[in-house]
C-alpha cells in the first residue's frame, strides 16, 4: 500500500484522465521522453488544453501516474480498447493516489456485485480519515463533498460502478486473461481490491 504517498485532493483536477493517459502512454511507446512530451504539449498542445498551467501540468501528472506501472501495462494501455484501457488507467491512478487506494480498499472491495455505494459509506470513510491524518484534517466539508462526487465519477467512468435511480450500484470488472498476465507482483494488491471477484473472459 502507497502509506508513503501522501493525501492530497488532485482527483479535483485530474480525475481518470483515461483518453489523456492513452495519448501520453502511446507517446511513451513511441520513444518521447517526458521532457519531449511536456515540450509537445506546451509547444503544439496536444492535450487541447486552453491555459497553459493546465498544459504544463497534465503531461506531468500523466506521466507521474504511468511511472507506478510497467512498460507491458503502459504499452496493453496505448494499444487497448477502451474497457481495458480503463482499468489499466485506473490501476495508475490508485496507485499514485493515496486516497483512491484506500478508497477502493475501504469502502468498494468489500462491495458485492450490484451493491449500492452511497454517500454514508464516503462520510464514514472520511471521518477515519480525519481522525488519522493531520493533512485530511484540515480540508473544508466542500473538499470533501466534492472528493466524494470525483471518486463516484472516477468509478463510472471506469466502468466499475453505474448511476441508477438510486445511486451508485457496484459492477462486476470483466477482464482477458491477457490483462492478468501483464500484471507485476505489486499490482496484484491493487488490482484484487479492483477486480474483486470480477471474473475473466
Known amino acids: 500500500m ?7 485532493s488532485t482527483i479535483r483536477d485530474f ?13 511513451l511507446c513511441d520513444g518521447k521522453t517526458p521532457d519531449e512530451i511536456l515540450s509537445l504539449s506546451i509547444n503544439d498542445n496536444i492535450y487541447q488544453l486552453e491555459k497553459e498551467k493546465r498544459r504544463r501540468s497534465m503531461p506531468l501528472k500523466m506521466i507521474k501516474r504511468l511511472s507506478t506501472i510497467k512498460m507491458p501495462l503502459i504499452q496493453a494501455l496505448a494499444d487497448s480498447a477502451n474497457e481495458e484501457g480503463k ?4 490501476l495508475a491512478l490508485m496507485k499514485s493516489e493515496r486516497l483512491v487506494c484506500e478508497y477502493i480498499l ?6 458485492s456485485d450490484f451493491d449500492e455505494i452511497t454517500d454514508l459509506d ?3 470513510f472520511a471521518d477515519r480519515l480525519v481522525a488519522n491524518s493531520e493533512t485530511v484534517a484540515k480540508w473544508k466539508s466542500d473538499t470533501l463533498k466534492e472528493l466524494n462526487t470525483r471518486l463516484k ?5 471506469a ?3 453505474k448511476r441508477t435511480k438510486s445511486g451508485l450500484t457496484v459492477q462486476k470488472a470483466i477482464v482477458d486473461c491477457d490483462f492478468c498476465n501483464l500484471l ?4 496484484w494488491v491493487y488490482a484484487k481490491s479492483i477486480l474483486r471477484e470480477g471474473s475473466m473472459r
Open 159 to 161: 466502468e466499475l460502478a
Open 87 to 90: 482499468l489499466i488507467a485506473f
Open 2 to 8: 502507497p502509506k508513503e504517498l501522501q493525501y492530497t
Open 122 to 124: 464516503f462520510m464514514q
Open 184 to 187: 507485476e507482483n505489486d499490482d
Open 15 to 27: 480525475p481518470l484522465m483515461y483518453l489523456e493517459m492513452k495519448k501520453t502512454a502511446i507517446l
Open 106 to 111: 475501504d469502502i468498494y472491495a468489500d462491495k
Open 153 to 157: 465519477n472516477i468509478l463510472c467512468d
